[in-house]
């Protein structure tokens, strides 16, 4: 798929840090101007001026709380995305526990769990049908929703978080036989570890890369494959749980 004949603009929640940050400023170097939306107004600013500045595309930003769901957070990005030509959209925006816990154990769970809902699974929901029609009458658009090897693999002690996950790997292989024949590429993208603020990993290695090196290997398998790791070492990970037969 070459992405930037889709459209002018792409958008990338969660676009302030980490993996979301990368697919900016790599959607940027391909050419496309970058909605950023993210919830800190500093880091939109200085994200959106360094790609601005580096390279030369233009920026806008919304700053909204996904773990809130209601119009407060929906309406100005609907607002904003109205007056836009959006080809791209990634689907990014997530957040885990502190640390792996039992049910539980999990501290302040009521509100966490909500939050992880809302942030992880509403707004991959909310943000897709949002951009849809407007790709609809294009006949062309990427979605790119990340989820998590943890979708795919056993993670007890984190399992609001994994199964947020297993929603977007559910809602993705879903949309994307919904969307294909319309000209749309719906993509699935489940990193396993990457170092970033949510994995507090700060020195990457080969089974966990920085997220400049993740991107750029899961930006390959756009228009390739619907569902992927994204990088080839995470697919060993999974490979041991990716073919288990179903028992009754
Ligand atoms: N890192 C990994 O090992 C890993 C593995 C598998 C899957 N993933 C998935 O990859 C995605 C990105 O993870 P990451 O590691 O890059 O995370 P990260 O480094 O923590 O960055 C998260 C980004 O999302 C924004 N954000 C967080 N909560 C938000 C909220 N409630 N409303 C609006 N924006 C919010 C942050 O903005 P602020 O800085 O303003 O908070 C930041 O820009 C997530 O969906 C995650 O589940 C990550």
Redesign the pocket.
């Known amino acids: 798929v070459k992405l930037k004949e889709l459209s002018k603009f792409s958008v990338v929640?969660?676009?302030?840090?980490?993996?979301?940050?990368a697919y900016a400023f790599a959607l940027a170097k391909k050419g496309l101007n970058i909605l950023l939306?993210?919830?800190?107004r500093e880091?939109l600013i200085a994200v959106a001026t360094e790609i601005q500045n580096i390279h030369r595309v233009s920026t806008e930003f919304v700053q909204?709380?996904?773990?809130i769901y209601d119009n407060t957070t929906y309406s100005p990005i609907a607002e904003k995305l109205s007056s836009l030509d959006i080809g791209v959209l990634v689907n990014?925006?997530?957040?885990?526990y502190s640390y792996p816990e039992y049910l539980h154990d999990v501290p302040n769970k009521e509100k966490l769990f909500l939050?992880i809902i809302n942030?992880?699974i509403g707004s991959v929901t909310q943000m897709t049908q949002l951009v849809i029609p407007s790709m609809l009458s294009k006949g062309r658009g990427v979605i790119i929703n990340?989820?998590?090897?943890?979708a795919l693999i056993p993670s007890p002690l984190l399992t609001v978080?994994a199964a947020s996950?297993a929603y977007t790997e559910k809602f993705s292989r879903d949309l994307a036989d919904e969307y294909r024949h319309k000209g749309l590429v719906i993509q699935c993208v489940?990193?396993?570890?990457?170092?970033?603020?949510?994995?507090k990993?700060r020195r990457p290695s080969l089974m966990?890369p920085d997220?400049k090196k993740y991107v750029d290997s899961a930006l390959k398998k756009v228009g390739v494959t619907e569902s992927t790791t994204g990088y080839f070492p995470h697919s060993i990970l999974v490979g041991p749980y990716s073919k288990k037969p179903l028992t009754f």
């Open positions: 929640t969660g676009a302030t840090d980490g993996i979301g940050k939306i993210s919830r800190s880091k909204v709380d996904f773990t990014n925006v997530g957040m885990s939050n942030c992880n990340v989820s998590s090897t943890a978080y996950k489940s990193p396993g570890y990457v170092a970033t603020k949510m994995s990993i966990a997220a």
